[in-house]
């Protein structure tokens, strides 16, 4: 069994878009996040193992010129991983097969 811990990152902002930019940045993040979910759902079903979803929010729009922002991304980021620390060590504990050895032959 196989635990998958995937992380997805979503910018909530609080104002209204003010031009075509705006609004079509916002309407591409709704349509990842359905995709996501989607694929979530899909991918659960089709294979055998354990899906923890962490999702980092971001409370303004980060350009990827902003590097004076990675200890803020990053701090969110660790925020986010220990808020899910619980269910994460649960499903490794309930997913995890102990090697009980054995003095017998397996095929004997």
Known sequence: MDLIIAV???ERVTEPPDSFWGYFMRSLGF???WLLRNQLALSSDLHHHEIIMINVVFNKMISLREVN??????ELGAKAVAAEKNEILAAIKNFSIEKIPTTEAPYA
């Open 8 to 10: 997805s990152f979503e």
């Open 69 to 74: 922002e990675i200890p803020m991304i990053l």
């Open 31 to 33: 349509n990842v996040r």
